[in-house]
Every structure is written in structure tokens, then in C-alpha cells.
């Protein structure tokens, strides 16, 4: 008898196990691509949650699936690699030797494969944008400017968009800049702490204002996620907030660190919610009236430091 019941309860531990290992989603699943860094994991997650593809990472805050099914993404903080789905190198930048910067301290915290072929690397440390093709050359350098200069936290996230500027996210000065093709600044948005005060740390309980990531929208809006400011914000370009999610405004699930968020054709907004832990989901999406419609958790694959996310198909 005691034999069958350990015979029985490890039946039941491979069974609970198996269910562990894919990701909990509530509403319509999702395909997504996903990165954590604490877990050192980029993985494609199938819509049931299961992974089709992975990769060992070390740091990283940016990633995308290219249209030729390449996965670009980044080999600690300076490294930028193109890897194919059989998992072969194809293409690889690394800022820390590469045009001007030997011996310099830098740090890439986005990076983008432009219609032209070109590639959009940001810089942190040199606080430049440039546009290198296949073989590393640059073919457009822009200065960026950064008031509180730090290798680690010039940038977060930034974009090429439609018009040809740039939209940064700059960290360290809490404040989002859009620059033109000459490298001026034309637009900038001072991310505001709303009346608190700044406190430490990475979890629900920091505060600041250190923004993640900006996107332009069609109606010409920008969409922020505002990192340890717990919130999501959209501003006109008269930088009026126009919507706003903050950081107990969904039931049931606390914001931390909000990083990359997302407008999704179905009008709906995605949320990356980082250092938030294992009580809370790290994807969001949300309706416009701010209504969950679908949340996304796995503490097992990943960990609590998942910055990276993109939908690729429901």
C-alpha cells in the first residue's frame, strides 16, 4: 500500500508538473514572443503556452521576429545578433568594439531592422543613434541629448517611426524625445511624477519616473510606458493625457515596472508589467474602458524580469 501511494503521488507530481511548465493566460491565448533575462530565456511561446523555440539570453530589453522569420534580438548589453529558426547566426553587431567605441563604456537597449535593410542601434553611454548595414558601417549617425548622462540608463526603448524621426525614451531624464532625421529635437514629453515622491527600487513599491518605451500611434498620439511610474499613458502631441492606466487600476493585478506596451489593432493596449511578482501576470491587454481582457503568467519559463514582449498571432 504505501508503495502504490508514492507510486500514485508521483503520477500526480509529473502530471502537476507538466502543467507547470506552461503559461497561465486568461482570455483568448495569445502566440507571443517573450525574453527574461533573470531566467536567461528568449523563447516563441505557442498560443497554449507551451515553447516552439528558445534561446539562452543574458541582459536584454529589446527583441522582435523579423518578416524573413529571424529573430533579432541582443547577447548581453551590447551584442546584437540575427539568429535564424534552426538557431544559426546570420548577422551580428557589437557595439562595445565597433565604430569608435573600443574602450568605451556603452550599453544597447533598442535596436530595429528598418525597410531599408539598415539597422537602428541606440547607444547608451556615446548617447548616439545609428544605422549600420550588413557589413557594420554607418550610414546615418544622429547625437542624442541626455541631461543626466548614463551608460546604463540614457535609453530604453526607441523607434524609427513613420515620418523618418526617432522616438527615445530616455530614462535616466524621465522624458520621452522625438528627434528628426538631423538629430534636432522637435518634440519632447517630461514624464511627470503626478505630486509623489521618488522612491527605490525595481518592484510595486519604487516610484519615479524612469520611462520604458514610446510608440507612436495612427492619430498621432504617443503611447508611454512609464517604468517605475506604474502606469501606462497616452499624450497628444499638445501633450495632453488623454488615457491612463496607473497602478492599481486593474482589479486584482498590482503595476511595477511597465515596460514595452503595445496598441493593438483591436484598438485594445498591451502592457509589459516587469518586477511585479509571482502574484501578478507580466502581460496585459486591456480595453480602452480599461477592462482585462486577457493576462499572461509563467513563473516557470520565465521569471521576474520579462521586459520583453510582442504579440505574433492569436
Given at each position: 500500500m504505501p508503495m502504490r501511494n508514492l507510486a500514485f503521488q508521483a503520477a500526480i507530481?509529473?502530471?502537476?508538473?507538466a502543467l507547470l511548465v506552461r503559461a497561465e493566460q486568461t482570455g483568448t491565448p495569445r502566440r507571443l514572443l517573450a525574453a527574461?533575462?533573470?531566467k536567461r530565456r528568449l523563447a516563441i511561446v505557442a498560443s497554449d503556452g507551451s515553447l516552439e523555440w528558445e534561446m539562452k539570453v543574458g541582459a536584454?530589453?529589446?527583441?522582435?521576429?523579423?518578416?524573413?522569420g529571424n529573430v533579432l534580438f541582443q547577447q548581453g548589453w551590447t551584442r546584437i545578433v540575427e539568429v535564424a529558426p534552426e538557431k544559426k547566426t546570420v548577422w551580428e553587431y557589437d557595439s562595445a568594439r565597433m565604430n569608435g567605441n573600443e574602450g568605451k563604456r556603452v550599453e544597447v537597449h533598442a535596436f530595429q531592422r528598418l525597410d531599408s535593410g539598415l539597422t537602428m542601434i541606440v547607444e547608451s553611454g556615446p548617447a548616439r543613434i545609428i544605422e549600420v548595414g550588413k557589413d557594420g558601417r554607418i550610414q546615418r549617425e544622429i547625437k542624442l541629448k541626455v541631461n543626466r548622462p548614463n551608460p546604463h540608463s540614457d535609453t530604453r526603448l526607441a523607434r524609427k517611426i513613420s515620418n523618418g524621426h526617432y522616438l527615445v525614451a530616455h530614462e535616466s531624464d524621465g522624458a520621452v524625445?522625438?528627434?528628426d532625421a538631423g538629430g534636432k529635437v522637435v518634440w519632447e514629453y517630461d514624464v511627470p511624477l503626478f505630486g509623489k515622491e521618488r522612491k527605490g527600487?525595481?518592484?510595486?513599491e519604487a516610484f519615479g519616473n524612469s520611462v520604458f518605451s514610446a510608440i507612436r500611434l495612427p492619430n498621432g498620439n504617443t503611447l508611454i510606458g512609464g517604468g517605475n511610474g506604474h502606469c501606462v499613458l497616452e499624450v497628444t502631441p499638445q501633450k495632453e493625457i488623454v488615457w491612463k492606466v496607473e497602478?492599481?487600476?486593474?482589479?486584482?493585478?498590482?503595476l511595477a515596472w511597465v515596460t514595452r506596451v503595445e496598441r493593438l489593432p483591436n484598438g485594445n493596449t498591451l502592457i509589459g508589467n516587469c518586477h511585479a511578482g509571482p502574484e501578478n501576470p507580466q502581460f496585459?491587454?486591456?480595453?480602452?474602458?480599461?477592462?482585462?481582457?486577457?493576462?499572461w503568467k509563467d513563473f516557470r519559463n520565465f521569471g521576474n524580469s520579462t521586459p520583453v514582449q510582442a504579440v505574433l498571432s492569436q
Amino acid at each position: 500500500m504505501p508503495m502504490r501511494n508514492l507510486a500514485f503521488q508521483a503520477a500526480i507530481c509529473c502530471v502537476f508538473s507538466a502543467l507547470l511548465v506552461r503559461a497561465e493566460q486568461t482570455g483568448t491565448p495569445r502566440r507571443l514572443l517573450a525574453a527574461d533575462d533573470s531566467k536567461r530565456r528568449l523563447a516563441i511561446v505557442a498560443s497554449d503556452g507551451s515553447l516552439e523555440w528558445e534561446m539562452k539570453v543574458g541582459a536584454i530589453h529589446d527583441a522582435s521576429v523579423l518578416p524573413n522569420g529571424n529573430v533579432l534580438f541582443q547577447q548581453g548589453w551590447t551584442r546584437i545578433v540575427e539568429v535564424a529558426p534552426e538557431k544559426k547566426t546570420v548577422w551580428e553587431y557589437d557595439s562595445a568594439r565597433m565604430n569608435g567605441n573600443e574602450g568605451k563604456r556603452v550599453e544597447v537597449h533598442a535596436f530595429q531592422r528598418l525597410d531599408s535593410g539598415l539597422t537602428m542601434i541606440v547607444e547608451s553611454g556615446p548617447a548616439r543613434i545609428i544605422e549600420v548595414g550588413k557589413d557594420g558601417r554607418i550610414q546615418r549617425e544622429i547625437k542624442l541629448k541626455v541631461n543626466r548622462p548614463n551608460p546604463h540608463s540614457d535609453t530604453r526603448l526607441a523607434r524609427k517611426i513613420s515620418n523618418g524621426h526617432y522616438l527615445v525614451a530616455h530614462e535616466s531624464d524621465g522624458a520621452v524625445r522625438e528627434y528628426d532625421a538631423g538629430g534636432k529635437v522637435v518634440w519632447e514629453y517630461d514624464v511627470p511624477l503626478f505630486g509623489k515622491e521618488r522612491k527605490g527600487g525595481h518592484g510595486s513599491e519604487a516610484f519615479g519616473n524612469s520611462v520604458f518605451s514610446a510608440i507612436r500611434l495612427p492619430n498621432g498620439n504617443t503611447l508611454i510606458g512609464g517604468g517605475n511610474g506604474h502606469c501606462v499613458l497616452e499624450v497628444t502631441p499638445q501633450k495632453e493625457i488623454v488615457w491612463k492606466v496607473e497602478q492599481n487600476d486593474l482589479p486584482g493585478i498590482t503595476l511595477a515596472w511597465v515596460t514595452r506596451v503595445e496598441r493593438l489593432p483591436n484598438g485594445n493596449t498591451l502592457i509589459g508589467n516587469c518586477h511585479a511578482g509571482p502574484e501578478n501576470p507580466q502581460f496585459i491587454e486591456v480595453t480602452p474602458q480599461k477592462k482585462v481582457v486577457w493576462t499572461w503568467k509563467d513563473f516557470r519559463n520565465f521569471g521576474n524580469s520579462t521586459p520583453v514582449q510582442a504579440v505574433l498571432s492569436q
